[in-house]
């Protein structure tokens, strides 16, 4: 409704000072100067012939508010185009999403897909998220302007050459124009094509397929910015088209390659169009790289003549150019035709890597592994981010891929900091590698942006087995009392007989569970030769423990006595069951040095008690479905591992305890998937989730609706809906319209669910309005000026002042309610403006907000709000 009254007051005050049939295309783009504060840029295309011409817009914010932006630069281009750009500053009342309208009367006259344009508001809008996580975000660059011209029955191409600085994604849709309040233009439809119309997702080209009528067409594009996996920002773009009937060809562009290069490689890239009319041409190029401030390309034209022309790009790239995102260039040709000209538009990617870290060296010692390398080629490193997997996968990148990609089975291990900082100790986070096992690293360098580098070569290393390397902790027989393990080690090697001559001796350790934290000795014996390596445990409680064992080795000499190296610990396999609906959910714990390539699950036959083999499974988690609730079923797990090491016995065959369990319905469903959307004019939150998927909610029967008005405290049930379907839920707060909220869902055995992630809180709306024209001439209408929406207001304190600068009133009440006097005379109409603080309750509690605006106090008998019937 506000925007609606905006749009009637800009009407009626537009017709009174000129035509208003100017506006052809353009976008609105910003910059983030501070943690809410943004630089706004409105950029408009408008037909210089019209009379009409705006030396100012009025921006609608998305937060209740609005302003008027100056204009700062106006730019006449060729076709009676004119470039207007207007710049003004914003602070945002908090985090949230923001919708912001720029609309002016009108369009320009004659737009065949637009009925009736010349009256059709003209309406462009780009929509912003505010998060801290996310960081600070400037819009993309639009380099390639949004006027272009086709010719009939021949393929159209245009490229807005959108440039994001920061390296965030970017993808493009086909949209609809736009008119009053940003809704899309009533009765529009997309230009007609012989073949088709579309905006290619990932290049940004815009391809009409091919135009079948000519004349004036306007076309909106959709401009998405994405940062780890989040849409952060949304630009529509309006650009006109115009399609001229002509025997005109385009010109052609020989097909572009695409680059991947290593910073610091110098590019020179020859690029020729022809034209099979023997017009002459000419070459334009855009985009990100041709801005940037360290080492921008460039773009020559060598040699041209009539039907051809070559032009050489060239471009230094640098350590700085290092981005994740490929740098896109727009290369355009131009022809000079007598009739029209027509243009080709084509697409060079340039994708930037960090160099390798170099000369990777891993030495071992008996407990961890020391890695050095060079120092990278690129100054701005920040610093080396250390990749480890157990065992060789040779990974070699291709030329366009950096970084260590998740399918090799790297993990991330650490990171050093600093350039020069390129000497790294793998002790396993303090706890030591394990003996007998092959471990492999790759470095990669990280950039400023947090771009990673090519990754360097595999490099691996086994630790110096001077120690018993475990190979079985093996249960013998499942007993509370009488309970046996048996356990088996290889004979140590590269045993440095100089400082340990011998005699020796095994000590063996016991800690119950698998992390083993409370070690007891439980064995000792003596050797000469070390071929002594296995041992019974007997006498324990292998039913309701695991175990961890530890084999020590002493030099055993008189006077010299003293623990070789380093000693491994290896666990049993515990068998834990967790009970669910009509199934039963395996956990095979261990805790163990070697790698356990498949587990053999079997289950009890309950005829012959034997064992049965079930499934082969290659995960520590095996689901057991279509089971009978009630009944009992009973479990033991085989595991076949290897060292993957000459001299160690392979395979390894380990087995678990015996273990049963009963099927039981106590899993919760998943949590609902909630969003939530502030209806500030009315004063309420609607919630809407999604109903849990079937596989892990099929007998949900309620929702319990959490909130908090608060980023801090405790959430509160506030409502609940009693049926799977019912997934709305309409709040009316009390004190805020800021609020966090949570859904969780509950079952039929009144299991109930995680709450809804991630927490959903919202504080996007503004609860003060004033308006801007109201009538104090005693016909009891509108006399008062009242503040639109103050619910939830604290307080405010607002000074009204003549043109002059005179204070004509001031107050403290929330509602305003001036009767528009001063010393108990009305005051002159005019315009009046007002500075007001306004303190508000929002997620962080109470804050304070300065707004700042006008008001039209019309005061003549009969005067009526324009608009108003």
Same mark, same amino acid.
Request: one cysteine or more; a negative charge.
């Given at each position: 409704?506000?925007?609606?009254?905006? /749009?009637?007051?800009?009407? #009626?005050?537009?017709?009174? =000072?000129?035509?208003?049939?100017?506006?052809?295309?353009?976008?609105?783009?910003?910059?983030?100067?501070?943690?809410?504060?943004?630089?706004?840029?409105?950029?408009?295309?408008?037909?210089?012939?019209?009379?009409?011409?705006?030396?100012?817009?009025?921006?609608?914010?998305?937060?209740?508010?609005?302003?008027?932006?100056? $204009? *700062?630069?106006? !730019?006449? +281009?060729?076709?009676? %185009?004119?470039?207007?750009?207007?710049?003004?500053?914003?602070?945002?009342?908090?985090?949230?999403? %923001?919708?912001?309208?720029? @609309?002016?009367?009108?369009?320009?006259?004659?737009?065949?897909?637009?009925?009736?344009?010349?009256?059709?508001? #003209?309406? =462009?809008?780009?929509?912003?998220?505010?998060?801290?996580?996310?960081?600070?975000?400037?819009?993309?660059?639009?380099?390639?302007?949004?006027?272009? @011209?086709?010719?009939?029955? $021949?393929?159209?191409?245009?490229?807005?050459?959108?440039?994001?600085?920061?390296?965030?994604?970017?993808?493009?849709?086909?949209?609809?124009?736009?008119?009053?309040?940003?809704?899309?233009?009533?009765?529009?439809?997309?230009?007609?094509?012989?073949?088709?119309? %579309?905006?290619?997702?990932?290049?940004?080209?815009?391809?009409?397929?091919?135009?079948?009528?000519?004349?004036?067409?306007?076309?909106?594009?959709?401009?998405?910015?994405?940062?780890?996996?989040?849409?952060?920002?949304?630009?529509? $773009?309006?650009? @006109?088209?115009?399609?001229?009937?002509?025997?005109?060809?385009?010109?052609?562009?020989?097909?572009?390659?695409?680059?991947?290069?290593?910073?610091?490689?110098?590019?020179?890239?020859?690029?020729?169009?022809?034209?099979?009319?023997?017009?002459? !041409?000419?070459?334009?190029?855009?985009?990100?790289?041709?801005?940037?401030?360290?080492?921008?390309?460039?773009?020559?034209?060598?040699?041209?003549?009539?039907?051809?022309?070559?032009?050489?790009?060239?471009?230094?790239?640098?350590?700085?150019?290092? $981005?994740?995102?490929?740098?896109?260039?727009?290369?355009?040709?131009?022809?000079?035709?007598?009739?029209?000209?027509?243009?080709?538009?084509?697409?060079?990617?340039?994708?930037?890597?960090?160099?390798?870290?170099?000369?990777? !060296?891993?030495?071992?010692?008996?407990?961890?592994?020391?890695?050095?390398?060079?120092?990278?080629?690129?100054?701005?490193?920040?610093? %080396?981010?250390?990749?480890?997997?157990?065992?060789?996968?040779?990974?070699?990148?291709?030329?366009?891929?950096?970084?260590?990609?998740?399918?090799?089975?790297?993990?991330?291990?650490?990171?050093?900091?600093?350039?020069?900082?390129?000497?790294?100790?793998?002790?396993?986070?303090?706890?030591?590698? +394990?003996?007998?096992? &092959?471990?492999?690293?790759m470095i990669v360098a990280l950039f400023p942006n947090g771009t990673e580098s090519i990754a360097s070569g595999e490099v691996c290393s086994v630790l110096m087995q001077g120690t018993p390397v475990i190979t079985n902790v093996s249960v013998n027989h499942t007993d509370r009392s009488n309970g046996s393990i048996f356990l088996a080690w290889a004979k140590p090697k590269d045993l440095d007989t100089i400082p340990a001559p011998g005699p020796y001796e095994y000590r063996i350790y016991r800690s119950p569970g698998i992390w083993g934290s409370n070690f007891e000795l439980v064995h000792t014996f003596q050797t000469v030769d070390l071929e002594d390596t296995t041992f019974v445990d007997t006498l324990i409680n292998t039913t309701d423990f695991g175990f961890t064992y530890r084999v020590e080795l002493y030099n055993d000499e008189d006077g010299n006595r003293f623990v070789i190296g380093n000693p491994g610990e290896a666990s049993s396999i515990f068998l834990h069951i967790e009970p669910a609906d009509n199934e039963l959910i395996l956990h095979i714990r261990k805790n163990v040095p070697w790698i356990n390539t498949d587990y053999i699950i079997y289950r009890q036959n309950r005829i012959t008690l034997d064992f049965d083999s079930l499934s082969v499974s290659k995960d520590t988690l095996y689901h057991d479905v279509n089971l009978a609730n009630g009944e009992e079923y009973c479990y033991l797990v085989k595991s076949i591992g290897t060292y993957s090491r000459q001299g160690i016995v392979d395979p390894l065959i380990n087995y678990s305890h015996e273990n049963c369990g009963v099927p039981d319905d106590k899993e919760p469903p998943c949590p609902p998937e909630l969003t939530v959307f502030s209806n500030c004019d009315?004063?309420?939150?609607?919630?809407?989730?999604?109903?849990?998927?079937?596989?892990?909610? =099929?007998?949900?029967?309620?929702?319990?609706?959490?909130?908090?008005?608060?980023?801090?405290?405790?959430?509160?049930?506030?409502?609940?809906?009693?049926?799977?379907?019912?997934?709305?839920?309409?709040?009316?707060?009390?004190?805020?319209?800021?609020?966090?909220? /949570?859904?969780?869902?509950?079952?039929?055995?009144?299991?109930?669910? /995680?709450?809804?992630?991630?927490?959903?809180?919202?504080?996007?709306?503004?609860?003060?309005?004033?308006?801007?024209?109201?009538?104090?001439? &005693?016909?009891?209408?509108?006399? =008062?000026?009242?503040?639109?929406?103050?619910?939830?207001?604290?307080?405010?304190?607002?000074?009204?002042?003549?043109?002059?600068?005179?204070? !004509?009133? @001031?107050?403290?009440?929330?509602?305003?309610?001036? *009767?528009?006097?001063?010393?108990?005379?009305?005051?002159?109409?005019?315009?009046?403006?007002?500075?007001?603080?306004?303190?508000?309750?929002?997620?962080?509690?109470?804050?304070?907000?300065?707004?700042?605006?006008?008001?039209?106090?019309?005061?003549?008998?009969?005067?009526?709000?324009?608009?108003?019937?």
């Amino acid at each position: 409704m506000r925007r609606t009254l905006l /749009a009637i007051l800009s009407i #009626f005050i537009s017709l009174s =000072i000129c035509y208003a049939t100017h506006n052809r295309a353009g976008e609105i783009t910003y910059r983030q100067i501070s943690g809410l504060t943004f630089e706004l840029t409105i950029t408009t295309f408008t037909y210089t012939l019209s009379l009409a011409d705006r030396d100012e817009l009025t921006v609608d914010w998305g937060d209740n508010t609005t302003s008027v932006a100056p $204009r *700062d630069t106006i !730019v006449y +281009l060729p076709n009676f %185009y004119k470039r207007n750009t207007y710049v003004i500053d914003h602070t945002f009342p908090g985090p949230g999403i %923001y919708e912001i309208v720029v @609309q002016d009367p009108n369009r320009n006259h004659g737009v065949l897909n637009i009925p009736n344009s010349v009256n059709v508001v #003209f309406a =462009i809008k780009t929509t912003m998220l505010i998060n801290p996580a996310i960081g600070y975000n400037d819009t993309p660059v639009l380099l390639n302007p949004p006027i272009d @011209q086709a010719a009939l029955g $021949r393929k159209f191409i245009h490229n807005p050459s959108a440039y994001d600085e920061e390296g965030d994604s970017l993808s493009y849709s086909l949209a609809k124009c736009l008119t009053e309040n940003g809704d899309t233009i009533e009765g529009y439809f997309f230009p007609p094509a012989s073949d088709t119309l %579309y905006v290619d997702p990932l290049t940004g080209d815009l391809v009409w397929d091919s135009p079948d009528s000519i004349g004036l067409y306007n076309i909106a594009m959709n401009i998405e910015e994405w940062r780890y996996g989040i849409k952060i920002g949304n630009i529509v $773009r309006d650009m @006109q088209i115009e399609v001229f009937e002509t025997e005109n060809n385009p010109p052609v562009t020989t097909d572009l390659d695409s680059f991947c290069v290593v910073a610091g490689t110098y590019i020179e890239y020859n690029i020729t169009s022809t034209d099979e009319d023997k017009d002459m !041409v000419t070459h334009l190029a855009s985009g990100g790289v041709f801005i940037i401030e360290d080492s921008p390309a460039e773009f020559l034209e060598v040699e041209s003549d009539s039907g051809y022309v070559t032009s050489v790009f060239r471009w230094q790239t640098t350590c700085n150019h290092v $981005r994740e995102q490929p740098y896109s260039i727009v290369i355009k040709v131009e022809d000079n035709n007598e009739e029209v000209s027509l243009v080709d538009s084509d697409n060079l990617y340039i994708k930037v890597l960090g160099p390798a870290p170099e000369n990777i !060296v891993a030495i071992p010692t008996n407990n961890y592994i020391r890695l050095h390398w060079s120092p990278s080629d690129c100054n701005n490193v920040a610093g %080396y981010r250390i990749y480890r997997r157990i065992g060789s996968y040779g990974f070699v990148p291709d030329t366009c891929e950096n970084g260590v990609p998740g399918y090799t089975g790297y993990v991330f291990v650490g990171e050093t900091t600093g350039l020069n900082d390129t000497v790294f100790m793998d002790k396993n986070n303090g706890e030591g590698l +394990l003996q007998g096992t &092959e471990y492999c690293y790759m470095i990669v360098a990280l950039f400023p942006n947090g771009t990673e580098s090519i990754a360097s070569g595999e490099v691996c290393s086994v630790l110096m087995q001077g120690t018993p390397v475990i190979t079985n902790v093996s249960v013998n027989h499942t007993d509370r009392s009488n309970g046996s393990i048996f356990l088996a080690w290889a004979k140590p090697k590269d045993l440095d007989t100089i400082p340990a001559p011998g005699p020796y001796e095994y000590r063996i350790y016991r800690s119950p569970g698998i992390w083993g934290s409370n070690f007891e000795l439980v064995h000792t014996f003596q050797t000469v030769d070390l071929e002594d390596t296995t041992f019974v445990d007997t006498l324990i409680n292998t039913t309701d423990f695991g175990f961890t064992y530890r084999v020590e080795l002493y030099n055993d000499e008189d006077g010299n006595r003293f623990v070789i190296g380093n000693p491994g610990e290896a666990s049993s396999i515990f068998l834990h069951i967790e009970p669910a609906d009509n199934e039963l959910i395996l956990h095979i714990r261990k805790n163990v040095p070697w790698i356990n390539t498949d587990y053999i699950i079997y289950r009890q036959n309950r005829i012959t008690l034997d064992f049965d083999s079930l499934s082969v499974s290659k995960d520590t988690l095996y689901h057991d479905v279509n089971l009978a609730n009630g009944e009992e079923y009973c479990y033991l797990v085989k595991s076949i591992g290897t060292y993957s090491r000459q001299g160690i016995v392979d395979p390894l065959i380990n087995y678990s305890h015996e273990n049963c369990g009963v099927p039981d319905d106590k899993e919760p469903p998943c949590p609902p998937e909630l969003t939530v959307f502030s209806n500030c004019d009315s004063l309420y939150n609607e919630l809407t989730w999604t109903k849990p998927d079937p596989e892990c909610g =099929i007998d949900v029967v309620s929702y319990k609706v959490y909130y908090n008005p608060k980023l801090v405290g405790n959430m509160e049930v506030i409502g609940t809906r009693n049926s799977p379907e019912d997934t709305t839920f309409i709040h009316y707060p009390e004190l805020t319209m800021a609020g966090c909220y /949570a859904v969780t869902a509950i079952d039929s055995f009144d299991n109930e669910s /995680a709450r809804s992630m991630p927490l959903i809180c919202v504080d996007n709306c503004t609860y003060f309005e004033i308006p801007n024209v109201f009538t104090p001439n &005693e016909d009891n209408i509108n006399d =008062i000026l009242k503040a639109k929406t103050y619910k939830f207001i604290e307080k405010i304190d607002i000074k009204i002042y003549s043109r002059t600068g005179n204070l !004509v009133y @001031q107050t403290d009440d929330p509602e305003i309610n001036w *009767d528009g006097k001063y010393n108990n005379n009305y005051v002159s109409p005019g315009i009046y403006y007002y500075i007001c603080d306004i303190y508000e309750n929002r997620l962080s509690g109470l804050e304070l907000r300065n707004i700042s605006g006008f008001v039209h106090v019309i005061t003549e008998k009969g005067a009526k709000v324009p608009g108003e019937k």
